[in-house]
């Protein structure tokens, strides 16, 4: 079995696919800069793989979403506020009449939009 304690001030980093790195500090400060690194490493994969997730989820939803040539009016407009949802914005479907033509609002990061959805035979 081989031998796995360290020299003094060296730190063992674990890479992808098996891969070992072995690191010399020369002084103790460095450990806690190599420390900070390492956790802006870890955080900027993090969102990487959080946004790349969330893009999946996206794309999926929207292969699974089925609109359909007979929808009434009503339920077009609704389907487009599931959308935007799917989309990630926080969407509602007005009411019926006197919003002036106004069908959906949507509203992400402190940008709102509204829609007007038509559905023509």
């Not at 001030?9 to 806690?32: C, D, W, Y």
């Not at 609002?105 to 709102?112: C, K, L």
Request: charged share 25%; proline share 2%.
């Amino acid at each position: 079995m081989a031998d796995l304690r360290l020299a003094p001030r060296t730190i063992l980093i674990a890479l992808s696919l098996g891969v070992v790195a072995f690191v010399k500090l020369p002084h103790a400060s460095t450990l806690f800069l190599i420390s900070i690194v390492m956790w802006k490493i870890w955080c900027a994969f993090r969102a990487w793989t959080l946004k790349r997730w969330e893009k999946q989820l996206y794309r999926d939803g929207v292969a699974a979403f089925k609109w359909h040539d007979d929808m009434t009016p009503t339920e077009f407009e609704e389907r487009c506020a599931e959308a935007m949802r799917l989309a990630g914005w926080s969407a509602q479907k007005t009411k019926a009449s006197g919003d002036q033509g106004v069908d959906v609002i949507a509203e992400r990061n402190g940008i709102s939009v509204v829609l007007q959805c038509k559905k023509i035979q």
